[in-house]
C-alpha cells in the first residue's frame, strides 16, 4: 500500500471523514449517490411537538405501507390523538385511502415501551375522529394489526416487532382500549418474521 492510500478507500464505496458515501471515479456513472444523513432517522420528518408521543408514532411509521417523502409537502399528512387517558388512540396518515392507528399497551421497568398498531381505512379513521365508533372497534375494523416494542435512549431508539395478529379477533382484550397500561415484569419475545 502507497503512503498516500487510504486503507478506507477500499471497493466502489469509500468513507469521507464527515461520513458521508462517495463512489470511485470509474463507478460514478453507474451507481445511485447515496448519502448517510447528519442529524435525522427515518422516523423523524418535522412531527408537531406533544401530538403523538414517540412509542405509537414510530410503530406507526414502522408499519405504515406509504412511507416515501411527500415532495409537494403534505396535503393529506394526519397527526391526531382521538380519546384520552387508556382510551387515547393515535392516528397518521398512510396514503390515500388509509390510516395508521395506534395505542401504548404497556411497558417494563428497563424503559421498552409497547405499541399495538393497525391499518384501517379513512372512512373507520374519520368515524374515530368524530365519535361515530371508539377505539377499540376501530382496531376491530383493521388489518395488519401488530405489537411493536420501542426503546427510548438519547441519540438511538429501536423499534421492534413483537407479535402479529393476522385478524383482529386475534388481538389480546387487554391490548385494545380502553385497557389500562400494563406494567410488564419482563420483555416480552420478539416476532419472528
Known sequence: MADREDPRDVGTFQSREDGQLHFTPETAASTFPVTAPTNATPLEEEEPEGVIPPSPLWAMKDRRH?????????????????????????AIDDGKRHC??????????????????????????????????????????????????????????????????????????????????????KDLPTADR
Open 66 to 90: 406509504e412511507q416515501w417523502p411527500h415532495l409537494f409537502g403534505h396535503p393529506d399528512r394526519i397527526r391526531a390523538c382521538v380519546g384520552a387517558g387508556d382510551a387515547a388512540v393515535y
Open 100 to 185: 395508521m392507528i395506534g395505542r401504548r399497551v404497556g411497558g417494563t421497568t428497563d424503559g421498552c415501551t409497547y405499541s399495538l398498531t393497525a391499518r384501517v381505512t379513512k372512512d373507520i379513521y374519520e368515524s374515530l375522529a368524530s365519535g361515530a365508533t371508539d377505539g377499540r372497534h376501530a382496531f376491530l375494523a383493521g388489518m395488519d394489526a401488530g405489537l411493536s416494542g420501542i426503546v427510548e435512549s438519547p441519540g438511538v431508539s429501536n423499534v421492534f416487532d413483537v407479535d402479529f395478529y393476522q385478524h383482529p379477533e386475534d388481538i389480546p382484550a387487554e391490548y385494545l382500549p380502553p385497557a389500562p397500561f400494563i406494567e410488564f415484569a
